[in-house]
């Protein structure tokens, strides 16, 4: 049983940024995580990907604006994410791809 704890989210205005950090309560460097948004009524979408080997994968929609790595501790991914537009509001999640294990979310609100 793995838990996955996220954090960083918060209200930030257009154009600024903020970190995402997804701590598990085990080690998952060994895995493939991906973080994932969702807004309401919309299906959950896969925003970035990280392999066990470091190979990244983004939506195009964040592409050059967000970045997804591991922690020096084998138990944490994050998300930076910068030039935050209103369309990047949603709660985000942190998952170990493949299994079941979701964190429980974190909102983050674009808005001025």
């Known amino acids: 049983q793995v838990q996955l704890v996220e954090s960083g989210g918060g209200l930030v205005q257009p154009g600024g940024s903020l970190r995402l950090s997804c701590a598990a309560s085990?080690?998952?460097?060994?895995?493939?995580m991906g973080w994932y948004r969702q807004v309401p009524g919309k299906q959950r979408e896969l925003v970035a990907s990280?392999?066990?080997?470091?190979?990244?994968n983004y939506a195009d929609s964040v592409k050059g604006r967000f970045t997804i790595s591991r922690g020096n501790a084998k138990n944490t991914v994050y998300l930076q994410m910068n030039s935050l537009k209103p369309e990047d509001t949603a709660v985000y999640y942190c998952?170990?791809?493949?299994?079941?294990?979701w964190g429980q979310g974190t909102q983050v609100t674009v808005s001025s």
């Open positions: 990280i392999t066990r080997g470091g190979s990244t």
């Open positions: 085990g080690s998952i460097d060994i895995y493939t």
């Open positions: 998952h170990i791809r493949a299994t079941q294990y």
